[in-house]
Structure formats: structure tokens, C-alpha cells
């Protein structure tokens, strides 16, 4: 089982093997798939897909919305705008990112 997971609602990350761009909705760090294709990990990867927090992600320049697990994801280390009719739905966009509506932020 997985301590803690890597990413927040909110943060911008980009989806390692298909390269698209993506802010994530929701952090689901206890999922249990069932039927879940791994993917192919380097050796020092734990191998049980439990060890992963799974991520709800709204996808930059299209209306989809998508569930990842954390390893398939890489951080962007910019301010990017993600482009998603759904995303007012969820977050409030802001010139420094983006953030659960009502969050105070520092």
C-alpha cells in the first residue's frame, strides 16, 4: 500500500508514454484495480499497481477526462493553461495554476 501520494489536486503533469498535458481533479491513493493491465516498469519499480495512487485527470485541448496511475505521470514544472470546457466545473483558475474553488491559498 502506498504512504502518501506524489501529485495534488490542481497540479499540471504530463502523461509519460502518450505525452499529453493534464491537470488533476482527483487523487484516489487507494485504488484496487481489478483486471488492470500493468504496464512494463524498470526493475526498482515496486511491481504491485496497489503501490500507485490513481489520479481523475481532465485532458489539455479536449473535453476527456481520464484515470492514471501515478507512475505513468511526470510533473510540469511551468505554469500551463489546460484547455478543458469541464474544468470550471472542478477548479478556479488562477495566474499561478489552478485550485479547488473556495481554497485558500498562501
Not at 5 to 27: L, M, P, S, T, W
Not at 59 to 78: A, F, I, P, Q, R
Amino acid at each position: 500500500m502506498i504512504q502518501q501520494a506524489r501529485f495534488n489536486i490542481g497540479e499540471i503533469v504530463c502523461h509519460q508514454k502518450h505525452g499529453y498535458h493534464a491537470v488533476i481533479i482527483d487523487v484516489d491513493p487507494n485504488f484496487q484495480p481489478t483486471g488492470y493491465k500493468k504496464q512494463k516498469l524498470p526493475k526498482n519499480h515496486p511491481s504491485n499497481s496497489s503501490e500507485w495512487a490513481w489520479y481523475r485527470l481532465l485532458v489539455d485541448g479536449s473535453s476527456h477526462t481520464t484515470y492514471v496511475e501515478e507512475n505513468m505521470l511526470d510533473k510540469v514544472n511551468k505554469t500551463t493553461c489546460i484547455e478543458n470546457p469541464n474544468i470550471k466545473h472542478y477548479l478556479e483558475s488562477h495566474s499561478h495554476g489552478y485550485s479547488l474553488p473556495d481554497q485558500q491559498l498562501n
